[in-house]
């Protein structure tokens, strides 16, 4: 719940530049035979066989964009897959820069793997070694030649993604280790993010109160350090300028000049460009930019994301559902859609929550329908998105990570789980009737002693060599997740299955047939 507000925002929101700028850079290469239109792209049978016939480098056609825009509009994410390798929780994922040819994932099994997004049902073709525990942020640097990865084990690795595998006594299975550590944090790392345009600059935000900055060329130590009271959750580089934005547990969400940020003292601490207010939770688990770096959303747990404009203090909109649940775990919620027209975050409660990002319009009106309960304009607060787009449904615990591909209409969410999901507008197999509909129901474990029980007879997590479904993991988190909402125990466990709310869900779906008339 938004808490207060000295300032209102200013409403300039619209996504029209974004959509000219999108539009200004997609370029196509004509196929040698034939060009086939955008529509035809749309409606082919398989998402991956249609992109290869238009023989392309990393853009959709001309018009592609908008008319996914218009099919994610109409049909949502109707299709997903599984994509199994990990055998523990996936906690980190990451595409490519610029084609998205490429996932990497990171997990409580210490692995770091390299997916081909245009055939993952084939399975991960490199694993990459090194970290000791639990991986938990997966980054690809600008040319896409190494992955940079953190975690639990306060260690920071780069990985050459060109490097052939290697094998030893200890680990027959072919993997690439590491060809730098960077060792300075003192406890885990939970986020790196890397400077657009470079592949040895980047940064790290860790549970030891600090935000480190790193050169490749030089390992051994940091360039700068950023010491607060508190730990930072979450980084990330604005796309287009020197700054960045922290995430951190007690001072929320702060905006940085990455030139001024790192030299101050403890006597005097550098200070930060803006302070976001985040309301009376300052948790703020992480916070994003959209592709163009002129609006951020902020995950706060205990709280709903929020909506601002990078250079403004007060939230443009609060993304709402009842049904929404951010305590058990850290997540992050992200734009999507070809024009960034949409907030994306996973959810406590198994599913993954999709809101339209208001426009200008719709924030101005907001405005003026409400003015007149308030004294001064500075007391106006956010717009309130009340209804979601889409709720998607598919995955049996938490959900914390979600990527978008930078180019084409497919979703990656992974979180307690050992799978990744893909999900797309568009058909993603050839044999596709699997790929909609929930899945199977299963216990969702309530009480202490089924629990006790059932973590006796499971192996440890992330250590069985399985990339099947772990009842021990799925079990603790589900203890967590009722611990930390406050819920009692319950002597009769309880089941959990997919069914669709029609009352919250607004979301409208047509027939392709329909579909087929409106863009004709």
């Known amino acids: 719940m938004y808490s207060g507000g000295s300032k209102r925002p200013s409403n300039d929101m619209d996504h029209s530049n974004a ?36 023989q392309i480098e990393g853009q959709v056609p001309k018009k592609g964009n908008q008319l996914i825009s218009r099919r994610l509009s109409n049909f949502g994410f109707s299709y997903k897959t599984d994509l199994k390798g990990h055998f523990g929780c996936v906690n980190a994922l990451g595409f490519s820069n610029r084609d998205g040819s490429f996932l990497c994932s990171g997990s409580d099994d210490n692995r770091v793997l390299l997916w081909p997004v245009m055939s993952p049902h084939k399975g991960p073709i490199k694993e990459f070694r090194g970290h000791r525990s639990n991986v938990f942020s997966t980054v690809f640097t600008h040319s896409n030649r190494y992955i940079i990865s953190c975690g639990n084990d306060h260690s920071i690795f780069r990985f050459d993604v060109e490097q052939a595998p290697t094998t030893s006594s200890t680990r027959p299975k072919p993997y690439v280790p590491p060809i730098e550590a960077f060792l300075s944090h003192q406890s885990s790392v939970y986020k790196v993010s890397v400077m657009p345009g470079s592949d040895e600059v980047f940064l790290s935000a860790g549970d030891d109160n600090s935000v480190m900055l790193w050169d490749a060329r030089n390992a051994s130590k940091p360039q700068g350090v950023l010491q607060a009271k508190s730990a930072f959750n979450s980084v990330e580089f604005s796309p287009e300028d020197q700054v960045f934005v922290t995430g951190n547990s007690l001072n929320g969400a702060q905006l940085w000049d990455l030139r001024t940020s790192f030299g101050g003292t403890s006597r005097n601490p550098p200070k930060s460009l803006l302070n976001y207010n985040i309301g009376r939770f300052h948790d703020a688990s992480a916070a994003c930019f959209n592709s163009s770096g002129t609006h951020l959303v902020c995950t706060i747990r205990k709280s709903t994301p929020m909506l601002f404009k990078v250079n403004e203090k007060e939230p443009i909109a609060l993304l709402s559902n009842s049904q929404y649940k951010n ?11 070809p024009f960034d027209e949409y907030i994306l975050s996973g959810s406590d409660d198994f599913r993954i929550y999709i809101w339209k990002v208001p426009s200008s319009e719709e924030i101005e009106d907001f405005w003026k329908e409400n003015k007149d309960e308030f004294s001064d304009d500075s007391a106006l607060p956010p717009f309130i998105v009340k209804n979601t787009k889409e709720i998607l449904l598919g995955h049996r615990s938490i959900v914390n990570n979600l990527r978008y591909h930078p180019t084409l209409p497919i979703l990656a969410s992974s979180g307690v789980e050992k799978i990744i999901k893909f999900w797309s507008p568009f058909p993603m197999k050839e044999e ?55 819920a009692p125990s319950s002597d009769d466990d309880e089941y959990f299955e997919e069914e669709d709310d029609e009352e919250e869900d607004e979301f409208e779906f047509l027939s392709e047939r329909d579909e087929e008339e409106d863009e004709s």
């Open 432 to 486: 596709d009737t699997s790929d909609i509909g929930p899945q199977p129901r299963r216990r969702v474990y309530t009480n202490e002693m089924d629990l006790l029980e059932e973590l006796s007879t499971v192996q440890s997590h992330g250590r069985d060599q399985s990339t099947e479904e772990d009842p021990k993991t799925l079990a603790l988190f589900d203890f967590f997740n009722r611990f930390e909402s406050g």
């Open 327 to 337: 305590v058990c775990t850290m997540k992050a919620a992200i734009f999507g859609g």
């Open 19 to 54: 959509s000219k700028k999108k539009k200004n850079e997609i370029s196509i290469e004509k196929s040698e035979t034939s060009e086939p239109n955008a529509k035809n792209f749309l409606h082919g049978t398989n998402i991956y066989t249609n992109l290869q016939r238009f």
